[in-house]
């Protein structure tokens, strides 16, 4: 997932998805290598990309519709799949580079980083696990 804010629309994000899916990475460069995986290096089997594509565009209507009934519980989701809790991080933006255990994600997006003195909140960066 990336996100950006576009320097002439302040107030808007733009998100962009994509899936490594039947993607070997075996060959790449080591830093790739370190931090890039495919849906068949997971499951051990090749995937129709028009499928993946498909099974999330369902997906996606159904969290609208639940979005739309007030059903959907997005900071639940947030929390439930925050895959960099209680990891060491490294959030690098255009003002400071910032490392700290993850503590999640705050109800308004924030990802949550506490240096051990303070818990910081990060609304855009790059995120990496520490070394």
Not at 15 to 38: H, Y
Not at 67 to 92: E, K, N, P
Not at 99 to 125: F, M, N, Q, S
């Amino acid at each position: 997932i990336l996100i950006e804010q576009p320097e002439r629309a302040p107030g808007r994000l733009v998100a962009g998805l994509g899936w490594n899916v039947n993607t070997s990475f075996s060959s790449a460069p080591d830093e790739l290598r370190a931090t890039a995986i495919s849906m068949r290096e997971v499951t051990g089997s090749d995937h129709v990309c028009e499928d993946v594509l498909r099974c999330f565009l369902q997906r996606w209507e159904a969290n609208l519709q639940s979005l739309s009934t007030g059903s959907f519980d997005l900071i639940a989701g947030w929390s439930r799949f925050c895959v960099l809790r209680d990891h060491r991080v490294r959030v690098s933006t255009t003002e400071a580079d910032l490392t700290g255990d993850c503590r999640g994600i705050a109800a308004d997006g924030a990802l949550l980083i506490d240096d051990g003195e303070v818990t910081h909140r990060c609304y855009a960066g790059t995120v990496r696990l520490a070394e």
